[in-house]
């Protein structure tokens, strides 16, 4: 129970209102500790409550040691707009009763607007680590007051190349400051630079790694011949599955337009959600997800990490992420406090390695699913060694003709991308996105 932390009752009063009665495992962890003052290395994955693990415990302290004319107390980074949007709503949430003040800044808004929301002087700010940085150059002693400096989903701050700007955030705060880390994973390259940069003998909190199997979400897996089975298949699942919502995730932003349209011209309540969008566009499609004016989200990786949307109960990989990493944060939109939740990924030849290092990552095996009415020719390999990838050389395709063809002559001139949009013969990376590469773990 939550009454166990003796939280400011004005939390406890929050705490009632949302509903929330017992705290998660990384919240049981990650209260006392915070409370007491220690910085933390936290090792959670979304859905497991980690931000009230860190928002609670911050509130708390800065209630008991009021500091008046102190600037902003306590800052949270989170690596993408969608994430620090979702970290204020809760903070705010758990703050209501306080008086506590929270101010967002990240980028793609105007910057006017967020000069003002610091001179408001809020106790807690929600950043993007770039657009803070932006903000210090023009007033490095801004976050100078800043006693407790939260870092969530640090591996992916680091994978989309903050780390420099972190830690010159870091040395931008209060020199004695309270450090709490959170990570999905551990073993992201250069987290322990990092951990050593800004971490102060912290305590190790791990509950969940990444690699943790998700009991809550059945992890399929359909074969398909190309994109146009895949759409079929899509197009099955989307009629026939039952789900209150759905997202969809493609590697590229030309994928998901091209099946945002596909979608929309069969009548679909469809969004679409990628880093080409501005971020009105991107807040517009989030606000209609939540309010559940959208049934299908198609998206990029943008939306894999952080996004909290409790009705989504199915998750379709239309393409195969290019990390073991990326596919548990897809799949991590569903099975979400406590729900249960479907993940099912379509995979053609030239994704099959990739879902074996998946498997092998997760220690998992995905369900083999077939779908009578839309079995392809694609079986799978023949043989397969024991990492679970195909035994021998790739064989020849019989449809190109006898090997005793002379082969063609070989151009110099780069191929330029098909114009198809779909079809078994268009290229599988004919859209400019590079092939799939599992990262090396
Ligand atoms: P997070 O991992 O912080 O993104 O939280 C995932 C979801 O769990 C959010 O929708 C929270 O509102 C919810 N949540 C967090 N803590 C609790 C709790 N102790 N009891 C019930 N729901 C919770």
């Known amino acids: 129970m939550f009454t166990e932390f003796n939280l400011n009752p004005l939390l406890e009063k929050a705490l009632k209102a949302l509903e929330f009665t017992t705290p998660t495992p990384v919240q049981t962890q990650a209260i006392p500790v915070a409370l007491a003052g220690n910085d933390i290395m936290a090792c959670a994955q979304t859905g497991s409550g980690k931000t009230a693990a860190f928002i609670l415990p911050t509130l708390h302290n800065l209630m008991n040691n009021p500091q008046p004319n102190s600037g902003t107390r306590a800052l949270v980074l989170a690596p993408t707009r969608e994430l620090a949007r979702q970290l204020f709503k809760q903070c705010e949430a758990l703050a209501k009763f306080t008086g506590i003040q929270t101010g967002l800044i990240t980028g793609g808004e105007s910057f006017k607007f967020q000069a003002a929301t610091?001179?408001?002087?809020?106790?807690?700010?929600?950043?993007?680590?770039?657009?803070?940085?932006?903000?210090?150059?023009?007033?490095?002693?801004?976050?100078?007051?800043?006693?407790?400096?939260?870092?969530?989903?640090?591996?992916?701050?680091?994978?989309?190349?903050?780390?420099?700007?972190?830690?010159?955030?870091?040395?931008?705060?209060?020199?004695?400051?309270?450090?709490?880390?959170?990570?999905?994973?551990?073993?992201?390259?250069?987290?322990?630079?990092?951990?050593?940069?800004?971490?102060?003998?912290?305590?190790?909190?791990?509950?969940?790694?990444?690699?943790?199997?998700?009991?809550?979400?059945?992890?399929?897996?359909?074969?398909?011949?190309?994109?146009?089975?895949?759409?079929?298949?899509?197009?099955?699942?989307?009629?026939?599955?039952?789900?209150?919502?759905?997202?969809?995730?493609?590697?590229?932003?030309?994928?998901?337009?091209?099946?945002?349209?596909?979608?929309?011209?069969?009548?679909?309540?469809?969004?679409?959600?990628?880093?080409?969008?501005?971020?009105?566009?991107?807040?517009?499609?989030?606000?209609?997800?939540?309010?559940?004016?959208?049934?299908?989200?198609?998206?990029?990786?943008?939306?894999?990490?952080?996004?909290?949307?409790?009705?989504?109960?199915?998750?379709?990989?239309?393409?195969?992420?290019?990390?073991?990493?990326?596919?548990?944060?897809?799949?991590?939109?569903?099975?979400?406090?406590g729900e249960q939740g479907i993940a099912v990924s379509l995979i053609n030849h030239f994704e099959w390695n990739l879902k074996s290092t998946i498997e092998r990552y997760l220690q998992t095996e995905l369900e083999v699913r077939k779908i009578k009415a839309l079995i392809g020719k694609y079986k799978g390999p023949k043989k397969l060694k024991s990492n679970g990838k195909p035994v021998g050389k790739k064989k020849k395709d019989p449809s190109k003709g006898s090997a005793k063809k002379p082969a063609a002559k070989k151009s110099n001139k780069p191929k330029a991308a098909s114009s198809k949009p779909r079809g078994p013969s268009t290229p599988r990376f004919g859209d400019g996105s590079a092939p799939f590469k599992p990262k090396k773990q």
């Open 118 to 337: 610091f001179r408001k002087n809020p106790e807690i700010i929600i950043s993007t680590p770039g657009r803070l940085i932006d903000h210090l150059g023009r007033k490095p002693t801004l976050m100078e007051d800043v006693e407790v400096l939260i870092l969530d989903e640090a591996d992916r701050m680091l994978d989309m190349g903050f780390a420099e700007d972190v830690t010159g955030i870091a040395d931008a705060c209060k020199k004695q400051h309270q450090t709490l880390l959170f990570s999905a994973t551990m073993n992201q390259k250069g987290i322990r630079h990092i951990i050593k940069q800004v971490l102060n003998e912290p305590v190790v909190i791990s509950v969940d790694e990444i690699k943790d199997k998700h009991a809550s979400i059945t992890q399929q897996m359909i074969l398909a011949d190309d994109d146009q089975h895949k759409d079929r298949l899509m197009t099955w699942m989307l009629a026939n599955e039952t789900y209150r919502q759905c997202i969809i995730f493609c590697n590229t932003k030309i994928k998901t337009d091209e099946i945002y349209h596909f979608l929309r011209f069969h009548k679909h309540k469809v969004g679409v959600l990628h880093g080409d969008m501005t971020q009105d566009e991107r807040n517009h499609i989030m606000s209609r997800m939540q309010q559940g004016h959208i049934s299908v989200l198609v998206a990029t990786d943008v939306a894999s990490r952080g996004l909290d949307v409790k009705n989504i109960d199915l998750v379709i990989n239309y393409d195969l992420p290019r990390s073991a990493d990326d596919y548990v944060h897809r799949i991590g939109r569903t099975g979400r406090a």
